[in-house]
């Protein structure tokens, strides 16, 4: 990668100070001896603080900012059954007296567990889509809010927009700033946020690693689409002249499974393995998915012994109570 920018900074984006950072980045000495593999480092974004924290704290960040300035009186976004950014963006809500409105794909549970559980708890009003069009629903409620005189913020699904990622380019220096110089980041990729920043952070900061995305849910050129597209609203919103190039955005679809939130002996091991040799929790549906990718890509040779990787852990953790019993 063509060394860019390394004495200048990327203009500052407002944001709220929320997250707990910068986070730990530690070493895996137990777990690099199992897998006899690449010295493996892990970035711990699971501890970002807020409510069991996760990757779109320090999203949500940017987006309170925005939405101060707007003088919004409620946070409107939309998720899964088990949405970590919907849990943090509550959490958020909560914390500065904002009404949160939630809508979730599906019909309510019998029992709510899990990020569901929390979302609740912590007062957000949950919306199900019952079967309808999500993003429809999202439009409706927006729509209410409007009218019920709620001044709503929308925050994109995931928290994909520029704003969003700009958190990531920023995440991409506090890395640089730790030292260490790595050839490879692994970062589970579901609607791009996260890894479009990193890769547009490492990309302007001249960093020589590749970023990774093992996707949860989606192929590999729906994503590689999707991440572009938020490069260039990175650019925009950066004001540059240009973008990292489409070759930089790599995306694994290999390790989809039986689709989202089903959990697999890739996830189950994988799980037991960070757990066991590291005592460091995987939740079941995103980092679980990533990190039984990373073990695979080592298995197979495809990242080398003599390379130094981190996996950057999103967080997750409500799921892996939720899920449990699959998991024993
Ligand atoms: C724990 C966790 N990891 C990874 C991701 C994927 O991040 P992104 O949506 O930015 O691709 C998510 C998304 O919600 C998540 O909750």
Same mark, same amino acid.
């Given at each position: 990668?063509?060394? %860019?920018?390394?004495?200048?900074?990327?203009?500052?984006?407002?944001?709220?100070?929320?997250?707990?950072?910068?986070?730990?980045?530690?070493?895996?000495?137990?777990?690099?001896?199992?897998?006899?593999?690449?010295?493996?480092?892990?970035?711990?974004?699971?501890?970002?603080?807020?409510?069991?924290?996760?990757?779109?704290?320090?999203?949500?960040?940017?987006?309170?900012?925005?939405?101060?300035?707007?003088?919004?009186?409620?946070?409107?976004?939309?998720?899964?059954?088990?949405?970590?950014?919907?849990?943090?963006?509550?959490?958020?809500?909560?914390?500065?007296?904002?009404?949160?409105?939630?809508?979730?794909?599906?019909?309510?549970?019998?029992?709510?567990?899990?990020?569901?559980?929390?979302?609740?708890?912590?007062?957000?009003?949950?919306?199900?889509?019952?079967?309808?069009?999500?993003?429809?629903?999202?439009?409706?409620?927006?729509?209410?809010?409007?009218?019920?005189?709620?001044?709503?913020?929308?925050?994109?699904?995931?928290?994909?927009?520029?704003?969003?990622?700009?958190?990531?380019?920023?995440?991409?220096?506090?890395?640089?700033?730790?030292?260490?110089?790595?050839?490879?980041?692994?970062?589970?990729?579901?609607?791009?946020?996260?890894?479009?920043?990193?890769?547009?952070?490492?990309?302007?900061?001249?960093?020589?690693?590749?970023?990774?995305?093992?996707?949860?849910?989606?192929?590999?050129?729906?994503?590689?689409?999707?991440?572009?597209?938020?490069?260039?609203?990175?650019?925009?919103?950066?004001?540059?002249?240009?973008?990292?190039?489409?070759?930089?955005?790599?995306?694994?679809?290999?390790?989809?499974?039986?689709?989202?939130?089903?959990?697999?002996?890739?996830?189950?091991?994988?799980?037991?393995?960070?757990?066991?040799?590291?005592?460091?929790?995987?939740?079941?549906?995103?980092?679980?998915?990533?990190?039984?990718?990373?073990?695979? %890509?080592?298995?197979?040779?495809?990242?080398?012994?003599?390379?130094?990787?981190?996996?950057?852990?999103?967080?997750?953790?409500?799921?892996?109570?939720?899920?449990?019993?699959?998991?024993?």
């Amino acid at each position: 990668m063509k060394q %860019l920018h390394k004495l200048m900074n990327l203009p500052l984006i407002p944001k709220v100070a929320i997250a707990h950072v910068p986070t730990a980045i530690e070493p895996m000495p137990r777990l690099t001896a199992a897998l006899k593999g690449p010295e493996l480092w892990i970035k711990r974004d699971d501890q970002t603080g807020l409510a069991m924290g996760g990757n779109k704290t320090r999203m949500l960040e940017r987006f309170l900012a925005d939405a101060q300035q707007k003088q919004a009186r409620s946070l409107i976004t939309r998720g899964s059954l088990v949405s970590n950014h919907c849990r943090q963006t509550a959490a958020v809500a909560a914390k500065f007296g904002l009404k949160c409105i939630l809508v979730i794909k599906g019909f309510p549970p019998r029992i709510r567990q899990g990020n569901l559980f929390l979302n609740q708890l912590m007062g957000a009003q949950i919306v199900f889509t019952e079967g309808r069009c999500p993003d429809k629903v999202l439009l409706e409620t927006f729509e209410d809010a409007q009218k019920m005189g709620l001044n709503p913020y929308l925050i994109a699904y995931g928290g994909a927009h520029g704003l969003g990622s700009s958190a990531y380019c920023d995440a991409v220096q506090e890395l640089n700033n730790q030292g260490g110089n790595y050839d490879i980041i692994i970062v589970p990729t579901s609607s791009g946020a996260t890894q479009a920043g990193l890769i547009f952070g490492s990309w302007f900061y001249g960093l020589n690693t590749q970023i990774y995305g093992i996707s949860v849910d989606e192929s590999s050129a729906y994503l590689t689409d999707k991440i572009l597209s938020l490069l260039e609203n990175l650019q925009t919103l950066y004001q540059l002249d240009n973008l990292p190039d489409r070759s930089l955005i790599m995306v694994n679809d290999d390790y989809l499974g039986d689709g989202y939130a089903a959990i697999g002996d890739r996830e189950r091991e994988a799980i037991h393995l960070f757990a066991q040799y590291e005592g460091i929790l995987l939740d079941p549906v995103y980092t679980a998915r990533a990190a039984g990718g990373l073990i695979d %890509l080592i298995r197979t040779g495809k990242i080398k012994s003599h390379e130094k990787v981190v996996f950057w852990h999103t967080g997750g953790l409500p799921s892996l109570f939720e899920m449990a019993e699959s998991l024993q």
